[in-house]
Structures are given as C-alpha cells and as structure tokens.
C-alpha cells in the first residue's frame, strides 16, 4: 500500500513541480504547497467515489483533467507581453520574407554576374554570396524584433492617453489629385525630353560632357529603345487618370503590372550589359536602378497590403 501511495503522491508532486517551474520564483512555494494539497483532496474524493484506494491511473486522470502544465500556469499568472502581438504576426512574418527576399534577389545576381564579387572565380561566386550576403539577409528579422521591442516597451512606458477608439477621417482611396498628377505628367515629359536630349547630345557631339556619358552601343540598339515605350505607357495611363479623376479596378490592375514590368526592366538594365562607356558612371547608374528596383517593389508590397484590406462583397454561394 507505501509503494502505491507513493507511486500517484510522486505523480502529483512531478506534476505540480512542472506546474511551478513555468512561475515567478517569488510565488513557485505557495503555489506549489495550495496545488498540491488540491489535488490530494480531489485525488481522496475520487478514489473515495470509486469505492478503491488512491492509485497511479486515478491520479493521472485527475491531473489530465485539471489541465496542460502551460495551461494551469498562465491562470496563476498571466504571461508577459509578447514580442509581437498577436494581430501583428502576420505583417510580421510578410516583412520578414519580402526583406529577406530583396536583399537576395538583387545581391545574388549582382554576385554571379561579378559586379560585388570582383576577382571572385565563377565557381567560388554563389559560396561567396551565401556568406556574405546570403546569410547577412538574417538581420532583417532581428531588426525587426528589436523594433517590436523597443515599441512595446515605449506602449508599456507611455500609454496612449485616450484608450478610446477615435475614427480616421474619411479617406477615398479612389480619388485623385488632379493638380498632383498634373505634376507628376509634367516631370514625367521632362524626363522624356531629357532623356531624348541627352542621347542626341552623346550621340551627335564630341564635347566632355558626351564622352563620360557615352551610351554603350549595344544599350542603344536593344534597351534604350524600351524606355521610351515604357514611359509612353506610362504617360498614357496618366492621361486617363487625370480626365477620369478617379481610379478603377482596371486602371489599379495596369498601374500594377506596368510597376512589375519596370522592375524586370531595369533589371535588365542592370544584367543586361553595359549602359556607358565610362566604367564610373556605368556602375553609378546601375547601383542607382537597384535602388529604384528595391524602392518600386516595396511599393508593390504597400499596395498590395491595401488592396487586401479593402471590405470586397462576398462572393456568391455555389449550389
């Protein structure tokens, strides 16, 4: 009758003590002595009710029904605040892949192709990459962390004064500024005249200016001719939305892709050979477009996030 009493009292006491571990060591003793003497009773009571001594297989069912060691825990004591809250996981994790997903889709190839691993064999070139800026991309997350921390603890340290709910002003998201797109039409046909200005200049005169911006020949009979069609798109579609005044599942469609189609294009660019002549100014311009590549995707990843949180009727049932 010793070895089985102490057979389901070591079951209690291990499961108490896997219970307590999981506490503030100021509280883990209390805890533990008003646990323990809990179960003992209710052990006694079912035993009692089943018309046998208190065994191993009673105790078991007792502590499975009282709860998961976790469980019972967190209704002594509350766990702390997380580092990312729960409604923000999601945003966490997207920001975490898309980060992580451009610093290796604009430094992998930049390596292979040579241009951040000079005098690198083409063999070493992907090993140089994943110890470089491979696993350097894991800084993203851990950036991330340490900013959800350093924001819970300012939420912790000073609260919002007004714990009440106070509603945005009305936004319409489909409106456009005309005066703004004006501008921006405006820019974009400058932009147009200087780049037609700039190709007449190195192509026609032998001025300084023209030989350190030499257009590389190959550029000009395969690329070059893809920037002015782009930016006619591009015009075109800001012509409509200026007479329209309003945006439209279409127009946001087009507005979308032609951003997709302008990062394969200057990656192109980038990949594609050389823009210049000069070496200087051919690396400038391509770390330049990288960065208009890195800049043009992460407004990609903003849009799309506010498409999906827009309220879209349900769809129709299927019978």
């Known amino acids: 009758m010793t070895a089985r009493r102490q057979t389901h009292e070591h079951l209690i006491e291990a499961y108490v003590l896997e219970i307590t571990r999981r506490l503030p060591?100021?509280?883990?003793?209390?805890?533990?002595?008003?646990?323990?003497?809990?179960?003992?009773?209710?052990?006694?009571d079912r035993a009692a009710d089943a018309g046998r001594l208190p065994d191993e297989a009673i105790a078991l069912d007792l502590v499975r029904e009282f709860g998961r060691p976790d469980d019972v825990a967190a209704r002594y004591h509350a766990p702390g605040e997380p580092i990312i809250p729960a409604a923000y996981t999601s945003g966490f994790a997207w920001a975490t892949a898309i980060g992580m997903a451009l610093q290796w889709g604009v430094s992998l190839p930049l390596t292979l192709s040579g241009d951040l691993?000079?005098?690198?064999?083409?063999?070493?070139?992907?090993?140089?990459?994943?110890?470089?800026?491979?696993?350097?991309?894991?800084?993203?997350?851990?950036?991330?962390?340490?900013?959800?921390?350093?924001?819970?603890?300012?939420?912790?340290?000073?609260?919002?004064?007004?714990?009440?709910?106070?509603?945005?002003?009305?936004?319409?998201?489909?409106?456009?500024?005309?005066?703004?797109?004006?501008?921006?039409?405006?820019?974009?046909?400058?932009?147009?005249?200087?780049?037609?200005?700039?190709?007449?200049?190195?192509?026609?005169?032998?001025?300084?200016?023209?030989?350190?911006?030499?257009?590389?020949?190959?550029?000009?009979?395969?690329?070059?001719?893809?920037?002015?069609?782009?930016?006619?798109?591009?015009?075109?579609?800001?012509?409509?939305?200026?007479?329209?005044?309003?945006?439209?599942?279409?127009?946001?469609r087009i507005d979308l892709?032609?951003?997709?189609?302008?990062c394969g294009l200057l990656l192109w660019f980038v990949l594609g050979g050389r823009i210049f002549v000069n070496d200087a100014a051919d690396q400038t311009t391509k770390v330049f477009l990288v960065l208009i590549i890195v800049m043009i995707v992460c407004q990609l990843g903003f849009h799309v996030w506010r498409l999906r949180e827009r309220i879209r009727p349900p769809e129709a049932q299927r019978g």
């Open 25 to 44: 060591k100021r509280m883990r003793n209390d805890v533990a002595f008003e646990l323990r003497a809990l179960l003992t009773e209710g052990l006694r």
């Open 117 to 252: 691993a000079p005098g690198v064999p083409v063999d070493g070139r992907f090993t140089a990459w994943w110890v470089t800026y491979g696993l350097g991309a894991f800084w993203w997350p851990g950036f991330l962390v340490t900013m959800m921390l350093i924001a819970g603890w300012v939420r912790r340290t000073w609260p919002p004064r007004s714990p009440d709910w106070i509603p945005r002003a009305k936004i319409d998201r489909d409106h456009i500024n005309r005066p703004v797109m004006l501008l921006g039409l405006g820019l974009a046909l400058c932009g147009v005249a200087m780049w037609v200005f700039i190709a007449w200049i190195v192509t026609t005169q032998d001025l300084p200016f023209s030989r350190a911006l030499a257009l590389d020949a190959g550029f000009m009979a395969t690329r070059a001719p893809a920037v002015l069609l782009f930016w006619a798109s591009g015009i075109a579609l800001m012509g409509v939305l200026i007479v329209e005044g309003r945006w439209r599942d279409l127009t946001r």
């Open 257 to 262: 892709g032609s951003k997709v189609v302008v």
